[in-house]
């Protein structure tokens, strides 16, 4: 289903396709293991790509994909209401183990 979800036509003879649905694959597996709701999969999916497209449109570093990271999950948990709130979904715990994952 993901494979017709991403759009992938040439997956039997493309390294590319292979590997990025593996990439997806694995994360949404490990996310529907973490019991994620909805909204948290949604959410942590599009983390896997924004940090995919930091590494091959930016041309990244680990580190500073790793800084970028970070950003995005600084302040989880707290409730000042200035502050980013994008992944305000995920507990503290599950902003740790998402960190861990990645």
Do not use: C, P
């Not at 990439?23 to 597996?29: C, P, Q, R, V």
């Amino acid at each position: 289903k993901l494979e017709e979800f991403l759009n992938f036509e040439k997956i039997k003879i493309s390294l590319k396709e292979a590997i990025l649905l593996d990439y997806y694959t694995a994360g949404f597996l490990w996310a529907k293991e973490m019991n994620f709701s909805l909204i948290q999969l949604s959410g942590f999916m599009d983390l896997l790509n924004f940090l995919l497209e930091n590494l091959r449109d930016k041309h990244m570093t680990l580190g500073d994909n790793l800084k970028e990271l970070g950003k995005a999950m600084a302040g989880i948990g707290e409730t000042d209401s200035e502050r980013n709130v994008d992944l305000n979904f995920f507990s503290i715990e599950q902003a740790k183990a998402v960190i861990d994952y990645l």
